[in-house]
């Protein structure tokens, strides 16, 4: 997804801390390694007749005095923060190292920290994960050092470890800075930095599968910013309670919050991408693939996801790859899966390698679903090693559904068990209530030439269970209106029925649940004796 927190603008840490209190700043070259890139300066002379007045001004000063000069630092850093804002990572990357570099031949060892953290920031972004572990390092250990007054100054050097450790999916040692610092900044009574850390630590959570003490924290830290009149942090609070939600399976609830999150404050700010994409991802959730799919698009910057964090790409390639499978765009599909396996090998980690397997199944579900259920094992085994429970959940329901499609009743019904048990565990009951629907659809038996099951799709009405039969099939409300030659207002109400009797929240629920249905119910009809069971 989108960025989902905002460096603040706040006084750059006292440069004058003892030598006790901040990291060694002589670091061996084999430690930090080189920027491959454009010279410097030719990046800064591109920059001299930027649209933007501030960093016209930074840059202007910067070819006045030359990075030589001690009053550069500053300049450096500020511009570096500036870039992060405008979501230009590449230029935040050329400028956060030069400062780191100035700051090393200055003997400034607060800025050193500071340029070494900008730089951790923007190799989250550009792919950068090996300079981000390296200065992630020495950054939390020049923090673990320090005490509690030293870190009360450097808060948002704190804030921004914890997002990168969040986004390396070290997530323990994010979680331990997050507490420590909510601690600190609520003692000082620091009120801002206080709640983006709640919000953060949430979001940690969150990804830890803990969803109910993730929607504590948010919505303690919604309350607080509203009550302190924060507009911008109640913008992010609202966004991290949207993404808890559409990770709990409540599509609605998700975009009513992302659509709230858009109308906080009266201009586009840094959160708007995140706030679109969500909405993007609960309109692919119910139904509107075309739609949903290019609103996500639009959201996070085109097909190589640039608004997106690097880890965090795969799992949007494969949010994508199942929008293009339902709508019959295999060759689509397989192309996002293509990517998504290459973001997941870039990066090197295992949740990433999980969500690029799951990508695969998606794309290849209709047409090999044995190709399916391998990816959706290796998703799990992925998954496993991370300890990604929500993760683990969405690969074990990809694996019922690849066994439904080959009629192995038995194994897709212990998938979906174990599913359901995963999203239940993780504070989803409506993910879980949908994976309870999908089994016992699993286990319906149809009767009659209409083919029609017995069980949870028995409560569909003839053209009902004709419109979920192309639902399935990845038709459009108005490809279906075409096909059995009816208003397209009539399907959208039938659309609606058909998600009330299923109890499900959206048109690729539907599709799994007749998939399975009928899917398991042809094995019967073949291979199990009249009235058998597994």
């Known amino acids: 997804?989108?960025?989902?927190?905002?460096?603040?603008?706040?006084?750059?840490?006292?440069?004058?801390?003892?030598?006790?209190?901040?990291?060694?700043?002589?670091?061996?070259d084999h430690d930090v390694p080189d920027l491959a890139g454009p010279d410097f300066d030719a990046v800064l002379h591109e920059q001299l007749a930027g649209p933007d007045h501030r960093l016209a001004e930074i840059n202007g000063e910067l070819a006045r005095i030359g990075t030589c000069d001690p009053g550069a630092l500053a300049l450096l850093l500020e511009a570096s923060?500036?870039?992060?804002?405008?979501?230009?990572?590449?230029?935040?990357?050329?400028?956060?190292?030069?400062a780191f570099e100035c700051a090393a031949a200055f003997g400034d060892r607060g800025a050193l920290a500071e340029a070494g953290m900008s730089l951790a920031l923007?190799?989250?972004?550009?792919?950068?994960?090996?300079?981000?572990?390296?200065?992630?390092?020495?950054?939390?250990?020049?923090?673990?050092?320090?005490?509690?007054?030293?870190?009360?100054?450097?808060?948002?050097?704190?804030?921004?470890?914890?997002?990168?450790?969040s986004q390396l999916q070290r997530l323990t040692e994010a979680e331990a800075h997050q507490r420590r610092g909510m601690r600190v900044a609520e003692a000082l009574e620091e009120w801002r930095h206080a709640l983006l850390l709640r919000v953060l630590h949430g979001a940690t959570l969150r990804e830890l599968g803990r969803l109910g003490e993730a929607e504590q924290h948010t919505l303690h830290a919604l309350r607080t910013a509203e009550t302190r009149g924060h507009p911008d942090l109640v913008e992010t609070a609202l966004i991290a309670l949207s993404e808890i939600a559409l990770e709990a399976g409540d599509n609605e609830r998700a975009r009513e919050l992302a659509e709230q999150a858009r109308t906080v404050t009266p201009f586009r700010g840094p959160f708007e991408n995140a706030a679109l994409a969500l909405i993007g991802m609960t309109m692919l959730r119910t139904g509107s693939l075309r739609d949903g799919r290019d609103t996500v698009l639009e959201?996070?910057?085109?097909?190589?996801?640039?608004?997106?964090?690097?880890?965090?790409?795969?799992?949007?390639y494969a949010v994508l790859a199942s929008a293009d499978s339902s709508l019959d765009q295999h060759g689509e599909a397989r192309e996002w899966s293509r990517l998504a396996m290459g973001s997941a090998l870039a990066c090197g980690m295992n949740r990433a390698h999980g969500y690029a397997q799951l990508a695969h199944a998606e794309a290849v579900l209709g047409s090999d679903p044995d190709s399916a259920q391998r990816a959706a094992d290796a998703a799990c085994v992925a998954f496993e090693r991370d300890r990604a429970r929500l993760g683990l959940?969405?690969?074990?329901?990809?694996?019922?559904?690849?066994?439904?499609?080959?009629?192995?009743?038995?194994?897709?019904q212990t998938a979906l068990a174990r599913s359901e048990e995963l999203y239940r565990a993780s504070a989803a009951p409506v993910a879980a209530d949908n994976v309870r629907l999908l089994?016992?659809?699993?286990?319906?038996?149809?009767?009659?030439?209409?083919?029609?099951?017995?069980?949870?799709?028995?409560?569909?009405?003839?053209?009902?269970?004709?419109?979920?039969r192309l639902i399935a099939r990845g038709s459009s409300n108005q490809q279906i209106a075409s096909a059995l030659d009816i208003k397209l207002n009539?399907?959208?109400?039938?659309?609606?029925?058909?998600?009330?009797?299923?109890?499900?929240?959206?048109?690729?629920?539907?599709?799994?649940?007749?998939t399975l249905a009928e899917s398991t119910a042809a094995a019967d009809r073949t291979a199990m004796p009249a009235g058998g069971g597994n």
């Open 1 to 28: 997804m989108a960025r989902s927190f905002r460096r603040e603008d706040v006084p750059v840490p006292d440069h004058d801390v003892p030598d006790h209190d901040v990291p060694d700043h002589d670091v061996p």
């Open 81 to 98: 923060r500036c870039y992060l804002q405008k979501s230009d990572h590449l230029r935040q990357e050329y400028y956060a190292a030069q």
């Open 122 to 165: 923007a190799g989250c972004w550009t792919g950068g994960l090996y300079t981000a572990r390296v200065h992630a390092d020495r950054v939390a250990a020049h923090l673990d050092r320090a005490d509690d007054a030293t870190v009360g100054r450097l808060l948002p050097l704190l804030t921004d470890l914890s997002w990168v450790e």
């Open 299 to 316: 959201a996070v910057g085109g097909k190589r996801l640039p608004l997106v964090p690097v880890v965090g790409r795969a799992r949007v």
């Open 393 to 412: 959940a969405a690969a074990y329901l990809m694996a019922g559904a690849a066994h439904g499609r080959r009629g192995r009743r038995r194994a897709s």
């Open 439 to 468: 089994r016992a659809a699993g286990r319906s038996a149809p009767v009659g030439d209409a083919g029609r099951g017995t069980g949870v799709i028995e409560c569909l009405s003839p053209r009902e269970l004709q419109v979920a």
């Open 490 to 514: 009539t399907v959208q109400v039938h659309v609606g029925r058909i998600l009330r009797k299923l109890r499900v929240g959206s048109r690729v629920a539907v599709a799994r649940v007749i």
